[in-house]
């Protein structure tokens, strides 16, 4: 299995973090404020960097203002992924206040720099030959393009193309805070060809329709109806679909009801639950997507299921998964203690994985969720 890890340094409330992340689902908890949704939100920001450039990338993670960690001083904020033999490098330096936009950026292949520029320099190194940048815009892309034109690189293209790239495309981070079901309710999706399911959510009617519709996403359609159907079999047997010149919004079948209901009727948990789903089926085979905390607004019984059907689904498309919780019932669906990780005062590396926590012995009498409960892991550092 090829290794996956992340590593960051003074991003906002992340001093230090580093990462061994391993393939399957995994969940991050620990005290409000800790860094866990920050954590998951340096992907969101590496991918936004990626395919937009620097200053779009923050604009989508908060804003300048405690973009650096307020114990960096001068320090820069640093990023770096590493796939088996490849790793991608990216450091902020700042000119006073606001970031440099020719910043540093680094992709090495067994140690060997195969891209090179160094911050504050328009001229850098790539595979070899000299070529220029423009400030604010990552050379990632542009050295994947430049490997696809090398027949001897293909280790390390497929390692970039398919891979690197499609683990920081756009749309990976989901939250249930960001879902926007006012919006939803009050408006449907706007009728167009959209297969991933946007941040907010309100594009979800449009991406299920185009999913039934087409032999090759039809399993996604297929796989949303199941975990609907297990999740809330009191509620829930089908979807139809009703459209306007520019809308597309569903109706649901109940069960022993003949006549469809419109979507509008049902809770904030069932929405929920339906975008969840959505969401993971979103995330292409071998992809990652990130989920955090997705037991807002569901019973302890629709997180269960979604939470296994979420499972079946990572295994069946090699997907990795990350969420961030406060759930001790998201908790205890992970036997494999390795995929709890632990954002901790006093915690020598952040995150720790529950089965290397100092007090991982004591911890192992509890369930995860108990113990997470009854802050014997995860909890603030006590006042003094």
Not at 15 to 31: D, F, K, Q, T, Y
Request: proline share 5%; no cysteine.
């Amino acid at each position: 299995m090829l290794s996956f890890s992340l590593a960051a340094r003074n991003f906002r409330g992340l001093r230090v973090a580093e990462w061994e992340i391993p393939a399957g689902l995994s969940v991050v908890v620990g005290p409000n404020g800790s860094g866990k949704s920050t954590l998951l939100r340096a992907f969101e920001f590496l991918a936004t960097l990626t395919w937009g450039g620097v200053d779009r990338a923050i604009q989508y993670t908060g804003g300048r203002v405690g973009l650096r960690h307020f114990d960096a001083g001068d320090e820069p904020i640093e990023f770096s992924m590493r796939l088996g033999d490849l790793e991608w490098k990216v450091v902020l330096p700042f000119s006073g206040p606001s970031t440099d936009a020719l910043f540093q950026e680094e992709i090495r292949w067994k140690g060997t720099a195969q891209m090179s520029y160094a911050a504050g320099s328009i001229r850098g190194t790539l595979l070899d030959a000299q070529e220029d940048r423009k400030p604010g815009e990552s050379q990632l892309l542009r050295y994947a393009n430049a490997l696809g034109k090398n027949t001897e690189s293909n280790a390390i293209l497929f390692l970039v193309q398919y891979r690197l790239l499609q683990w920081l495309e756009p749309s990976k981070y989901w939250s249930s805070r960001t879902y926007d079901l006012a919006r939803l309710r009050r408006s449907g999706s706007p009728s167009d060809s959209d297969t991933t399911l946007s941040a907010d959510g309100t594009n979800v009617w449009s991406v299920l329709r185009n999913w039934r519709d087409k032999r090759e996403t039809r399993a996604r359609y297929d796989f949303v109806i199941a975990g609907m159907r297990d999740a809330f079999a009191a509620h829930f047997e089908d979807l139809d679909f009703e459209f306007t010149a520019q809308q597309v919004s569903g109706r649901v079948y109940v069960p022993g009801r003949k006549e469809s209901l419109p979507f509008h009727l049902f809770s904030d948990g069932w929405m929920t639950g339906l975008l969840h789903l959505s969401a993971i089926a979103s995330t292409r085979s071998q992809g990652l997507f990130i989920l955090d905390e997705p037991e807002n607004s569901l019973h302890p019984h629709a997180i269960r299921s979604i939470f296994r059907s979420m499972s079946a689904w990572a295994e069946k498309e090699g997907l990795t998964g990350v969420f961030a919780t406060h759930s001790p019932v998201v908790l205890n669906q992970l036997k494999d203690r390795g995929r709890v990780f632990v954002i901790e005062p006093g915690l020598a590396q952040t995150p720790t994985p529950l089965d290397e926590h100092p007090n991982a012995e004591w911890l192992s009498h509890f369930s995860v969720g108990d113990a997470y409960a009854n802050e014997e892991v995860g909890a603030p550092r006590a006042a003094e």
